[in-house]
């Protein structure tokens, strides 16, 4: 009995280590993986990377881009929109007057036009306007909280150029304005001529002299842009001395525009030449119709 006993000890110890062993496998296995080089696991990982297929989708949002504003600088009638409110057309007419007859225009609107610099209201703060105006009519003239008193009395100058426009273009003018652009600094911003006074689609003429006219326009966004401009259409007339630009249709109701003048390189201003009075100054009569 007593040996049966030694014999199950000896067999117990012979079965304890080979226990043993077995559960020291994963340990094994475990500090193997301690001993591995640093980048060896990324590699394992990248080679699994590989065997995978990448798909290029396209984005879910359509990118939109601002479009280029379109340029009209020839001679022609333009139909720039339609809309429910109508058509909008220009019609440019460059070198209606002659340069020779423009340099003495622009000389004698300075001389007897009673220039004024006004004041404007814009979201309850005053500020004075960046150019010099005058105003001709029958009718007192109210845009930005400014009113214009009436002021019948014509220069000859001025009639004579009502005259021409109307005989040339069929249309029958009642009001003047006049803007004068001292310099660069002086401008006329964004806006419509859509003043209740002036009726439903008024027709504008506007004649320039003495400096280029950067004329800018771009369409009123419709109404789920909420007043977002970015990405109307535009346009860009560049309006030279004794150029007539006549707006009609909807162009008030369905756009906005807004001036500056394009002086010269300061070296060429003080000199004479090509009609054009290349100094700091730059008018333009706009032709009011009422309907």
């Not at 226990?19 to 496998?25: D, F």
């Not at 429910?84 to 001389?111: H, M, N």
């Not at 909807?250 to 009609?275: C, E, Y």
């Amino acid at each position: 009995m007593e040996d049966k006993r030694r014999r199950a000890r000896v067999q117990g110890a012979w079965a304890g280590p080979a226990k043993s062993q077995a559960t020291a496998q994963p340990a094994a296995t475990a500090r193997s993986h301690l001993h591995q080089r640093p980048g060896q696991t990324w590699m394992n990982q990248e080679h699994q990377l590989l065997d995978k297929q990448f798909v290029f989708k396209e984005p879910q949002q359509v990118v939109r881009r601002a479009p280029e504003p379109r340029v009209i600088d020839k001679e022609g009638v333009y139909e720039i929109s339609v809309s429910p409110t109508g058509i909008s057309r220009l019609c440019l007419y460059p070198g209606f007057i002659d340069l020779k007859e423009a340099d003495w225009v622009l000389e004698q609107l300075c001389e007897v036009v009673p220039w004024k610099q006004r004041t404007g209201i814009r979201e309850d703060v005053t500020y004075k306007q960046p150019r010099l105006t005058a105003w001709y009519g029958e009718l007192p003239y109210t845009y930005s909280r400014i009113t214009m008193e009436p002021n019948p009395h014509w220069p000859a100058v001025l009639r004579t150029l009502k005259d021409q426009i109307e005989e040339n273009t069929g249309h029958t003018f009642n009001s003047l304005l006049c803007n004068l652009y001292r310099d660069e600094k002086d401008s006329v911003d964004w806006h419509s001529d859509d003043e209740p006074s002036l009726g439903r689609c008024p027709v504008i003429a506007s004649l320039s002299f003495g400096a280029t006219r950067a004329f800018e326009m771009r369409r009123k966004p419709p109404p789920e842009e909420n007043g977002d401009y970015t990405y109307v259409e535009r346009v860009k007339i560049p309006l030279d001395h004794g150029t007539l630009l006549i707006m009609e249709g909807a162009t008030q109701a369905d756009w906005q525009d807004r001036s500056r003048p394009s002086f010269p390189p300061s070296s060429a201003r003080g000199r004479r030449g090509a009609g054009l009075t290349l100094l700091v100054l730059k008018i333009i009569c706009v032709v009011v119709k009422y309907t």
